[in-house]
């Protein structure tokens, strides 16, 4: 078979996270890489054999691809998702899908028209074993209780991420948007949420308009409900989530899944590191890109209702009010989602 060809727009710390697991599996031919900053596109001249570019359209344009790997930040990205979608090539997003539920809902029907997959790399989704622990035959039954810790380094420096316009938001959407992900997949669309935010180190108050430290409660049928902690702060990243069903209960840290059914003992499953959670992903994208099946783990149309509860969180930090992600959706004029959908990464 021939190699799939490649190419990754946005050499960030994810971007080249990305590079470095494409160039450790076979079967990629890495065709084009692009950032808008000259040095770091220099910095890649001597080390690799694609084509470089400082505009990504351009890259878009000349090059011949299977796929893309998109690393950009949101304000950036959605400026060339279009002319990815228009040339029919195939985008693997980094999250979040998009800075705001207009602009996901906008991407997904640009590349549903022409028929071209595009993937948003939430890890979980990818991993057999959370696919399995959060699909509608878990062990631990229906979800009525989850709750989350996430703490992020974003560095010293915010950037972008510290513009409110440009990112969308702060760590809610930043580094949150995965358990965010988890909830909208595992719980479906909340009747309502409330968050607070706060803008609690030195640095933030004087120089950044988006968020470090977040608090979201979103409040289910039948008094289910889903609560997600967040700050970004120095140190390593770290991720908590405890999920309570009707047939026993489960955590997720970083390293590991427990499983904890009420009639059975405890049984603790490693998580794959970031390299392994990457390759995955590509492999996944690969075969997507290849069957065209119709279903596919990461499909940007499942997200719609993950971008439509960060939606709600922002607009409750806003207006200090409870809010209601099925008006996000009135107000974005995307219609109203049917029910959760999920697609397991055992199922392709």
Not at 179 to 185: K, N, S
Not at 200 to 215: F, G, I, K, Q
Not at 293 to 310: E, K, S
Request: glycine letters at 8%.
């Amino acid at each position: 078979m021939s190699a799939f060809r490649i190419a990754v727009l946005g050499l960030g710390e994810a971007g080249c996270q990305w590079l470095r697991a494409l160039r450790a599996q076979r079967g990629f031919e890495i065709v084009a890489l692009a950032d808008h900053e000259r040095k770091v596109v220099a910095a890649l001249a001597e080390a690799s054999g694609a084509k470089l570019y400082t505009d990504y359209r351009l890259l878009l344009v000349e090059q011949d691809l299977d796929g893309a790997i998109v690393a950009l930040p949101p304000f950036i990205a959605e400026r060339f998702l279009p002319v990815a979608a228009q040339r029919g090539i195939a985008v693997l997003k980094e999250t979040p899908l998009a800075r705001n539920l207009e602009s996901a809902a906008r991407a997904v029907r640009m590349f549903a028209d022409v028929g071209v997959p595009l993937v948003v790399a939430s890890r979980w989704r990818f991993e057999p074993t959370l696919a399995t622990m959060f699909s509608r035959g878990s062990p631990i039954g229906a979800v009525h209780q989850f709750s989350a810790t996430v703490m992020a380094d974003p560095g010293e420096e915010l950037g972008w991420r510290g513009d409110a316009h440009s990112a969308g938001g702060g760590v809610l959407l930043d580094a949150a948007y995965e358990v965010v992900d988890m909830i909208a997949a595992t719980m479906g669309l909340p009747g309502d949420v409330i968050t607070q935010f706060g803008r609690l180190s030195a640095t933030m108050l004087d120089r950044y308009d988006t968020e470090d430290t977040a608090t979201l409660l979103c409040r289910h049928s039948l008094g289910a409900a889903a609560t997600v902690s967040a700050s970004w702060r120095p140190g390593p990243p770290d991720v908590q989530v405890c999920v309570v069903g009707s047939a026993g209960r489960a955590t997720l840290s970083k390293l590991a899944l427990t499983i904890a059914p009420s009639s059975e003992a405890p049984c603790a499953v490693r998580r794959p590191g970031e390299s392994e959670s990457l390759a995955a992903i590509l492999e996944s994208f690969v075969q997507t890109v290849r069957t065209h099946p119709r279903g596919f783990p990461g499909q940007a149309a499942d997200q719609l209702a993950t971008a439509a509860i960060l939606e709600a969180a922002y607009l409750s930090g806003r207006t200090h009010a409870v809010e209601n992600p099925l008006r996000c959706y009135e107000l974005a004029g995307v219609p109203h989602p049917r029910g959760p959908v999920f697609t397991s990464a055992a199922a392709i």
